[in-house]
Structures are given as structure tokens and as C-alpha cells.
């Protein structure tokens, strides 16, 4: 009888938590602001490559990712620009996705430059740019600002530190980092894509591929980078490696290779259409 009596109460406290836990999450309940608007169009090219209706759908994740994790300078200052970068980050992986949400992660911590494993940014071996934590860092993530913004301002490399990191979250999601996103990863496309990462880590050992070389470090690690890679340059990707391409488009079940992710100059007057497509000048409407 206290057996049943124990899991009676172990069910009500789980239920207690996931009640809890749900009623917590916000949502957004007021207009996307369009001083963000603008900011996300002037520095997420991903977001330019978008019709109005999953601009739309865009802004709402970025929103909710900002009312439901917290995101907080050490030893630098951030700005909005900062926070909707990182929520950018976040919700490109998964913007096919619209339920989805970062379940294990609750805040984001941007340090003013390298660190190492100890957290520290002066002193030696600092070549770490981000890291998902785990113990008692769980639930968090740190991430290098300088890394963060190079991620959307240099368009010609396959980088994107903060993309890199939140990919790993979500091979997280499913209890292991493994390279094996399970949440996102249909079952007939498990076998396929292990003996395509096998093939492609063999490739990157051996010297003969473009892809960075940290992606041989284990398979966790291959699944971040060429979805680095993926999200920053899929034409190429698509090029040269279509098979890989291919099944990284139905991972993350996005095709990405018709798009143009240039980043152009931007030189906007104040009678200028506004960059948020809303018709309007841009006096009248982000400024």
C-alpha cells in the first residue's frame, strides 16, 4: 500500500510540475515591435528570404523565444540586437517546426570573447566560442558575442557559432548527444544519414572535403557543423555534397538551396519603402 501510495504521490507531483511548467510558458500577446523588425531585416539574412507570412510566423518565434528564455551579458553589454540575434539563432533550426520549443534551456549567457572550460575569458586555452552546459550548468547555454554577430555578418563562410550550439540542443533533446536527432530524424532516414556521416567524417580525416575539421571530432560534432553549413551556405552545400544536403533538408524539412542569402549594403533614406514590407515608408514605420 505505500509503494502504490508513493507513485500516487510521485504522479501528482510530475503532474503538479507539467501543469505548472505548461501555464508558465508565455506567449506573445502584442505586435512584434518593428524597431525588431527592422533589426532582423537589416542582420538575419535567413529572415530576408522569407514571404510575408513566414516573416510573420518568423517574428512570433523569435518573440516567444525572448518572453520564455533569458538572455544576460558577462562582463559585456548587450542590447536588443544581441537578444534577437540569439532568438534568431534558435529558431532557424526549427522554424519548420512552429510547436517546437527549447525544453532544456532556460537562459543564454554572452561572454565578451573566448573562454575556457573553467568559464574564464583571460588566462590560457581560452579557444572555446560556445558550449551547451550540462551539471550544473544544465539548462544553459554560453556563447562568445564577437562569435555570435560573425555568424550573420560574414556570408561567405559556412559559420554560425550560436546555430551550431542550438543544434546540439536539440540533438539533446532526446537524452543524448549523439548526432542522432531523434525528435527530428524520421526512423527510415536514421541508417542513411549514419552511414552518410560515417562516409563524411572518413572524407574530412582523410583531407578531402570542405567541410570544417572539427566536424571529424564524433559524429555530435558532424551533425552541428554541416548544419552550420546547411543554414549559411546551402547552395553550396547542395553542390558539393547533394546527398548530405538532401537529408539535412528532410531533418530540418527545409529547402534552402533556391534562396539567395546575400547580405547587400543597405542604404535606406527616410522616404524609402520600409524594409519590413509593410508598404509604408520608412519614416512612418521602423525608424
Known amino acids: 500500500m505505500v509503494g502504490y501510495i508513493s507513485i500516487a ?8 510540475i507539467y501543469k505548472t511548467t505548461w501555464r508558465s510558458w508565455q506567449k506573445p ?16 539574412g535567413y529572415y530576408k528570404t522569407l514571404d510575408n507570412e513566414q516573416k510573420s510566423l518568423f517574428e512570433f518565434k523569435v518573440h516567444e523565444f525572448l518572453l520564455n528564455h533569458k538572455i544576460n551579458g ?16 534558435g ?22 570573447n573566448r ?22 550548468m544544465e539548462g544553459k547555454m554560453i556563447l562568445s558575442k564577437p562569435a555570435l554577430h560573425h555568424g550573420f555578418k560574414n556570408v561567405s563562410d559556412k559559420r554560425n557559432t550560436a546555430i551550431h550550439e542550438f543544434v546540439h540542443l536539440i540533438d539533446k533533446s532526446d537524452g543524448n548527444i549523439d548526432g542522432l536527432p531523434a525528435l527530428l530524424l ?3 532516414y536514421a541508417i542513411p544519414w549514419i552511414d552518410l556521416m560515417n562516409q563524411k567524417i572518413d572524407d574530412i580525416y582523410e583531407s578531402r ?12 560534432e558532424f551533425f552541428a557543423v554541416v548544419s552550420e553549413y546547411f543554414f549559411k551556405r546551402p547552395k553550396l552545400l547542395a553542390q558539393k ?12 524539412d527545409q529547402d534552402l538551396d533556391k534562396r539567395s542569402f546575400e547580405k547587400k549594403r543597405l542604404d535606406i533614406g527616410r522616404n524609402n519603402p520600409c524594409l519590413c514590407n509593410s508598404g509604408k515608408k520608412f519614416k512612418h514605420c521602423c525608424e
Open 29 to 44: 500577446e502584442v505586435k512584434f515591435p518593428n524597431k525588431w523588425r527592422k533589426i532582423l531585416a537589416k542582420e538575419v
Open 9 to 16: 504521490i510521485l504522479l501528482s507531483a510530475f503532474y503538479f
Open 91 to 112: 529558431v532557424i533550426p526549427i522554424f519548420a517546426f512552429p510547436e517546437w520549443r527549447y525544453k532544456n534551456l532556460s537562459e543564454v549567457l554572452l561572454y565578451p
Open 241 to 252: 555534397h547533394p546527398k548530405l544536403y538532401h537529408l539535412l533538408e528532410d531533418i530540418f
Open 115 to 136: 573562454f575556457n572550460t573553467e568559464f574564464q575569458t583571460k588566462g590560457e586555452n581560452r579557444n572555446i566560442l560556445g558550449m551547451v552546459g550540462n551539471g550544473y
Open 186 to 188: 524520421e526512423r527510415p
Open 74 to 89: 558577462i562582463g559585456t553589454q548587450i542590447d536588443i540586437t544581441d537578444k534577437l540575434l540569439v532568438a534568431s539563432s
Open 209 to 220: 572535403s570542405d567541410i570544417n575539421p572539427y566536424g571529424g571530432t564524433n559524429k555530435a
